[in-house]
């Protein structure tokens, strides 16, 4: 692409905060303004250079600065943040035009605007005085991955389109299930068909499971009896269950989210499950999944694997252990036998982007049988075909989009974090 | 959260390249390294400080460096980065270990890693050599604003856990509309109940209008009829359609591809849709969806809006146009023409990511009515309820996975380019 520019505004340094580099080029990553009459008036062609490495360099220096800055007052002048944020709903509609400004700003203009409007909208997560959901969810490791992620802006929907994205995702979660513990068959070099894959978040994990299960008893049994399928949690079970359930068209009254109580520390009831899997079976429903928690975001609370693979064992139904809030503590082997059990599990699934660290969003998901969800959810576009043979690295096509763009800041995350991860004592 | 320390590896500097400030303490944020007899030994406590701004600082500015130099060299130097990746299938394996490193390693290590274990393995999107799918689809903007989003870390899945997500989302997907020329009721500030709210890919929007759509019929004549419901598109849609239809339960043979050829220049034949309806409302089945493309991914056909939408209005069907690849080049007043029509569609799509250099990924979607996405897709479980009243900065629960994670990034991306944007040619 190329623009006419003109010398309009091409001769400002705004833009780039006038040190130099770039000032009166009227390039497009210089501080040059490309004006309505650049043809017009014999204005020379330059290229446009979207990724120009030394503007890069200058102003990612300065967001670097500006990104610690902020952490520097966070800690040191916490009066000036409140965690929670005090805006009134509406707020910055006030503070901004109505319409896309017109002309480009300077980075220190925008980053002015950013402390005086967007700041105090922001509610302080990573402030030491955060406590609400979960506290501190990420590190300069995190940091610095989503940097390299976002720099080299790689796109992986397909393993041509840059075949490290593919490899990397399919060993480092091979690294983390060893670390979790979770046995062989959920490994992508395990003896049967299992492997991990990177979702958004345990949302889009028991989606894309649920699906899975769906397709998987649909053939089975044939795709008009859809009305007939059940599936079974407890009242703790996260709300997103409920939405995926509803987005692959199970029926609401088909949800049966079990009662639980004080006297299981509100973990699903073995035998609350049994008995609704008969009465559901007795009376022609076809039970297919269940959705077990380790660590349900309203009280934590535990569901007792051991019992409840049991049961789907004997019944054939697809069994998932959402752990996406809690899982990643059982890395730390004193908490390893709250997912005891997890080898009656079909998949299992914990957040990165909580105790370990990673940045929003890295919701790691390892199934048992890939083909399922391969099934379930690829596309073939002649667009997306290529020649080489991928199927000894395993090449998934899980996530419910196209593309799954996670690239080695994963590898960057566990390499500093492992050492401290295993050993890490998680405080009450 | 705190740990033990010893003093077996802590003296090192490997990990923060021996500069100075962070050798030698131990801390969870510098090169100290927490041995098993931390405590056993009676060492000193320290805290964990995740996001140690002095230790963000110093190595962002080496990271900023690191990805500066990659484009200089992209640049100066195209002969060592072939376009795309020579790489076999599996080559990584390897070149990494089987599990998770031991110890944590320094940022001057991983990152010659990178170097040399994972550039190879890396397709260069950007590169100035690179012309497939669609180049150089990010910027030194985009970057910055990457860089912002992940910095803060904000988390955005209610309005409260940080307002200035969701309100500078709402308003800059009405700038974005306006610059678009979109109808008055997908803004927000409109007199309907539209707006915008921005998706991971243009797979992901889709499949949400799919399933409101879905939830919208459904409601009007009985859950039971799911399987007579039919969809239309052409045989240039893109796949993700037939695979949001599936995901929502759509009998796939009730996705309708109606047939295109050069006679139409590949764009879907009205007469070719009114007939399919007509038919299929003869046997029973019930229309309630379609999709149209403004350049489709497979070869760049454009539907004719006009007599789709009125077809679509006439049977009361939702008309969703699929944008994604080709939309962003409406915001140019000489190709605007593309999306005339407009008027009578109940959704649009466009992938910021694409020639809006927008970092992967984001893709706005407008509907006319939020309610029924709303509808198709919220939660409320109790621990995201909040007392304030939200109502009127038109707060969406959009997205099917909970989160919605966009900052400022998109202010940024919009201040500085939508000026380029509106003046640029774009070269056939």
Redesign the interface.
């Known amino acids: 692409?190329?623009?006419?520019t003109g010398n309009g505004y091409s001769n400002g340094n705004g833009y780039t905060n006038g040190n130099g580099h770039t000032n009166g080029n009227g390039n497009?990553?210089g501080n040059g303004?490309?004006?309505?009459n650049?043809k017009a008036n014999g204005a020379k062609v330059v290229k446009?250079?979207?990724?120009?490495?030394?503007?890069?360099?200058e102003?990612?220096?300065i967001?670097?600065?500006?990104?610690?800055?902020?952490?520097?007052n966070l800690?040191d002048s916490p009066q000036d943040f409140p965690v929670?944020?005090q805006?009134?709903?509406?707020?910055?509609?006030d503070m901004?035009p109505?319409?896309?400004?017109?002309?480009?700003?300077s980075?220190k203009e925008?980053l002015d605007?950013?402390s005086k409007?967007?700041?105090?909208?922001?509610?302080h997560?990573?402030s030491p005085s955060y406590f609400a959901?979960y506290a501190?969810?990420?590190?300069?490791a995190?940091?610095?991955g989503?940097?390299?992620n976002?720099?080299?802006?790689?796109?992986g929907f397909t393993?041509?389109?840059?075949?490290?994205?593919t490899?990397?995702e399919i060993?480092?979660l091979?690294?983390?299930a060893?670390?979790l513990q979770l046995p062989d068959h959920f490994l992508s070099t395990g003896k049967g068909n299992g492997g991990g894959v990177i979702q958004?978040?345990g949302?889009?994990a028991v989606?894309v499971v649920v699906?899975a299960a769906r397709d998987r008893i649909l053939k089975k049994v044939g795709?008009?009896l859809?009305?007939q399928l059940v599936v079974y949690g407890s009242d703790q079970t996260?709300?997103?269950f409920?939405?995926a359930c509803?987005?692959?068209?199970i029926?609401e009254e088909n949800i049966r989210l079990l009662k639980t109580d004080s006297s299981t520390n509100y973990g699903m009831p073995p035998e609350s499950l049994e008995e609704a899997i008969s009465h559901d079976l007795a009376k022609g429903f076809i039970p297919f999944f269940i959705c077990a928690t380790v660590g349900t975001?309203?009280s934590a609370a535990v569901d007792p694997l051991v019992p409840l693979g049991n049961i789907a064992k004997k019944y054939g139904i697809w069994l998932h252990v959402d752990a996406a809030y809690a899982g990643n503590a059982c890395i730390c082997p004193e908490y390893r036998k709250f997912i005891d059990g997890i080898e009656n599990a079909d998949s299992f699934n914990m957040n990165a982007h909580k105790w370990l660290?990673a940045?929003?969003?890295c919701s790691p998901l390892w199934v048992k049988d890939r083909y399922s969800l391969i099934d379930?959810?690829k596309?073939?576009?002649?667009?997306?075909e290529f020649k080489?043979?991928?199927s000894?690295?395993h090449h998934f096509v899980t996530n419910?989009?196209?593309?799954s763009?996670y690239?080695?800041d994963l590898?960057?995350r566990?390499?500093?974090?492992?050492?401290?991860i295993t050993?890490?004592?998680?405080?009450n």
Not at 33 to 36: A, K, M
Not at 48 to 57: C, G, I, N, T, V
Not at 159 to 165: E, G, H, I, K, N
Not at 246 to 249: A, C, D, K, V, Y
């Open positions: 692409m190329e623009f006419g497009y990553n303004h490309v004006n309505g650049g446009m250079k979207p990724m120009d490495s030394e503007l890069l360099r102003q990612g220096h967001m670097v600065d500006f990104i610690a800055d902020y952490y520097k800690q929670l944020s805006v009134q709903p509406g707020y910055l509609r901004l109505d319409s896309a400004p017109e002309r480009p700003e980075l925008l605007d950013v409007k967007i700041m105090p909208g922001i509610t997560w990573q959901y501190s969810s990420t590190s300069v995190g940091f610095l989503e940097m390299l976002a720099g080299l802006s790689v796109v393993w041509l389109t840059s075949p490290a994205a490899e990397l060993i480092v091979d690294w983390l060893k670390l958004g978040t949302c889009e989606l699906l795709k008009t859809l009305p996260h709300s997103s409920r939405k509803l987005i692959g068209g029926h975001t309203s660290f940045n929003q969003t379930a959810l596309t073939n576009p002649e667009y997306l080489v043979k991928v000894h690295v419910i989009k196209e593309p763009i690239i080695e590898k960057k566990y390499h500093i974090h492992v050492e401290y050993k890490m004592t998680i405080r």
